[in-house]
């Protein structure tokens, strides 16, 4: 399970006082504000920023940190990705989970047959699509991530357990 998690991005600097421009890709940008400090990851390593500010600018969330007090020094963070540790992030509701606890999960049908790894998560407007590989098979499994479909996701053992809809079943032969 990972650790940390990527909450966004910084993508330029806002003005002069070191402000940060932040591309979120966390679903709730809002988390910015209950967030006390920050870890920005770069090709120099991983350090820790306490936040001192955020605001809201159309899409991107405005980050000020401590210690960056100019667009000099903010300019040499750009590109950096920002991350929190797990016991920072939002709390799940029943039967959520965190994308990055997926991948790698080892998928098997209700009777128990293994159908292969989750690789991928496609996002969709409706739901999401979980792709699942297999050495064996030439095409990836594309299974729907709706409640008629999965039916157990077990994290710490590292198993996804699914119901396959008529029209899957052939294509996992």
Same mark, same amino acid.
């Given at each position: ?22 591309m979120p890709t966390t679903e709730d940008p809002k988390r $910015? ?10 090709? %120099? ?22 210690? @960056?007090?100019?667009?000099? =020094?903010?300019?040499?963070? %750009? ?14 509701k029943k039967d959520e989970y965190y994308i990055s606890d997926? $991948? ?9 047959? $293994? ?29 729907? =991530?709706?409640?008629?479909?999965? %039916?157990?996701?077990? @994290?710490? =053992? ?16």
């Open positions: 399970m990972n650790e940390m998690f990527t909450v966004g991005k910084i993508v330029n600097t806002h003005g002069v006082k070191g402000e940060l421009k932040i $910015f504000a209950k967030l006390k400090s920050i870890y920005v990851e770069n090709r %120099k390593g991983l350090t820790t920023y306490e936040i001192q500010g955020v605001r809201y600018h159309k899409d991107f969330v405005l980050l000020k940190l401590k210690g @960056i007090e100019d667009m000099n =020094a903010a300019e040499l963070l %750009k590109g950096s990705t920002l991350k929190i540790d797990r016991k920072d992030s939002l709390p799940l997926l $991948f790698g999960l080892e998928v098997y049908t209700e009777e128990e047959r $293994f159908l292969g790894k989750l690789v991928d998560i496609i996002e969709t407007g409706s739901n999401d699509v979980y792709v699942v590989k297999k050495a064996d098979r030439e095409k990836d499994l594309l299974l729907p =991530a709706i409640k008629q479909v999965i %039916k157990v996701v077990d @994290i710490e =053992a590292r198993k996804m357990t699914v119901h396959l809809l008529e029209g899957l079943e052939e294509l996992c032969e």
